[in-house]
């Protein structure tokens, strides 16, 4: 049974900063395309950052020069340091695993609350 399980999320004032956290269960992030997400209050979700297969990392224009993406050597646990918070940024933050080899289906975790106050 595969899990994702964010945490870290919580309540920051502006400028502040919060490190996010998704652990694997059940298979590793090895060789899938990962990254984070949010949704924010009234908006559709939207991505945040993400590493390909091949490791390439991308962001958000909204978040870059804030936030970083990383994972762990054993590629169980994908992080999400966030910097320079501002209200804009307050959503619930999802991490996500895509498919690997035959699957169809990528994975999600059940998010994780970040609000950021003015």
């Given at each position: 049974?595969?899990?994702l399980v964010e945490s870290g999320g919580g309540l920051v004032q502006a400028g502040g900063s919060l490190r996010l956290s998704c652990r694997?269960?059940?298979?590793?992030?090895s060789r899938r395309?990962?990254?984070?997400?949010?949704?924010?209050?009234?908006k559709q979700r939207e991505v945040v950052a993400t590493i390909s297969s091949g490791?390439?990392?991308a962001y958000a224009d909204s978040v870059k020069g804030?936030?970083?993406i990383?994972?762990?050597n054993a590629k169980i646990t994908m992080f999400?340091?966030?910097?320079?918070?501002?209200?804009e940024d307050t959503a619930v933050y999802y991490c996500s695993a895509g498919p690997r080899g035959d699957q169809?289906?990528?994975?999600?975790?059940q998010g994780t609350p970040v609000t950021v106050s003015s």
């Open positions: 049974q595969v899990d694997c269960s059940g298979t590793t992030f395309d990962i990254g984070w997400y949010r949704e924010a209050p009234g490791g390439y990392i804030r936030f970083t990383s994972l762990d999400l340091q966030m910097n320079s918070l501002n209200p169809r289906t990528a994975y999600w975790g």
